[in-house]
């Protein structure tokens, strides 16, 4: 049996697709494919919450309820009757790379070169930092950072107006940005399908290698809390990058694990139609 992990704003068709082939040209005897929201929910302990993950390129937020089933219909959209596609918020850590990129072209006069990208990734992941009332802040000292070939330059705004990016780029399309990705979630969760928002707001779990930035967590907590039903209770846990790995790895070795997913017999009685994706 294969596991698979399927990104969120892959359709339905593509994912049928692949499970064509590999029953087909492979011979695999059941397929599970499960989205990383609900294995990172996993990975944290619970089976009903709110998962934000936010990579490279985009943010998605899930409400989930039970471990397996998406609760929120209004986060997909229907294009045919064998396609469902999910609309991600585009905003991810490539964003925050881009504007340390040009900052340090522009600033610095360094090249943009592959080399580039290796300090602008160090930068963003050891040095950036999210502020909590950016705004407000008084500027930050700068910090000298070495470069490759051991010169040195002077970082300050740019390590905390980068991660900015985050919360104030709004979707084009959509018009959201993370915070109104992951509040508009739970509050649709709570009105169409009548699911408690107090519990989605009590169990938020963040994902993804963005998340991780230094004072991510805290900033999510506070604008979460200014945005949302007075009196609630809060509680933000920050995962890691390998946090929907772990999941699988936990879901896998449940006993019953060989019962989830589509085996050989089912695809060739009704095709990949059958396929349902956790």
């Not at 104030?168 to 699911?195: H, I, Q």
């Not at 779990?205 to 004072?215: Q, Y």
Request: charged share 25%; with cysteine.
């Amino acid at each position: 049996m294969m596991m698979l992990s399927a990104i969120s704003n892959n359709c339905l068709a593509s994912t049928r697709k692949f499970c064509e082939i590999l029953f087909e040209k492979f011979g695999f005897r059941r397929l599970c494919i499960s989205r990383p929201e609900t294995m990172a929910l996993l990975a944290s302990g619970r089976f009903t919450g709110v998962v934000t993950n936010i990579g490279y390129d985009h943010c998605v937020s899930l409400p989930i309820s039970d471990g397996l089933d998406p609760i929120t219909k209004e986060l997909f959209r229907r294009t045919s009757d064998d396609q469902v596609e999910v609309f991600p918020v585009k905003v991810g850590g490539r964003h925050v790379s881009e504007y340390i990129r040009k900052e340090l072209i522009n600033t610095h006069g360094l090249q943009d070169n592959p080399e580039l990208d290796e300090v602008v990734e160090d930068i963003k992941r050891n040095h950036c930092y999210v502020s909590q009332c950016w705004g407000s802040e008084r500027a930050t000292s700068p910090q000298l950072y070495t470069l490759p070939d051991d010169s040195t330059i002077s970082l300050s705004d740019v390590l905390r107006d980068s991660t900015e990016i985050l919360f104030s780029t709004r979707d084009e399309e959509s018009g959201r940005n993370v915070v109104d990705a992951l509040c508009g979630s739970v509050l649709f969760s709570a009105l169409r399908n009548g699911y408690r928002s107090a519990t989605m707001w009590d169990n938020m779990v963040l994902c993804g290698g963005t998340s991780l930035i230094r004072g991510f967590k805290d900033r999510i907590y506070t604008e979460v809390y200014s945005q949302s039903d007075p009196g609630a209770k809060f509680r933000t846990i920050a995962g890691t990058d390998h946090f929907p790995w772990i999941g699988a790895s936990i879901f896998s070795s449940l006993s019953g694990f060989e019962d989830h997913g589509l085996s050989k017999m089912s695809y060739e009685e009704s095709g990949a139609r059958e396929m349902q994706i956790l």
